[in-house]
Nanobody
């Protein structure tokens, strides 16, 4: 059984930086051939893509709302996905989810419907 275990949530101040991690384990899931993504869902809103990365980390993409202050990365040896979000804003408050799917090619996947496995969610609150 594939499991995605996310780091714990936090309370941050505007302007701070946040680092999240997501470790994949279990099953016959080949992390090095997996496309990964970070999504978030704020109260009363739909889940949205934050950042996506392909299997070799040769391609990444970001939501406009975080572009320029967000970095998605991965360590295929450690089977871990990372998200760094700088200059936090109150509107970054949300539950953050990592997601994984098998990928035959080095594609990026932008929709939550494209992903098969999800982390448990991490609550991030940005408030002064």
């Amino acid at each position: 059984q594939v499991q995605l275990m996310q780091s714990e949530g936090s309370l941050e101040r505007p302007g701070d930086s946040l680092g999240l991690s997501c470790k994949v384990s279990g099953g016959d899931f080949d992390f090095s051939r997996a496309a990964m993504g970070w999504f978030r869902q704020a109260p009363g809103k739909e889940r949205e893509m934050v950042a996506v990365i392909n299997w070799l980390a040769t391609n990444t993409d970001y939501a406009d709302s975080v572009k320029g202050r967000c970095t998605i990365s991965r360590d295929n040896y450690a089977k871990t996905l990372f998200l760094q979000l700088d200059n936090l804003k109150p509107e970054d408050t949300a539950t953050y989810y990592c997601a994984a799917r098998r990928s035959l090619l080095g594609n990026l996947y932008y929709s939550d419907e494209d992903y098969d496995y999800w982390g448990q969610g991490t609550q991030v609150t940005v408030s002064s």
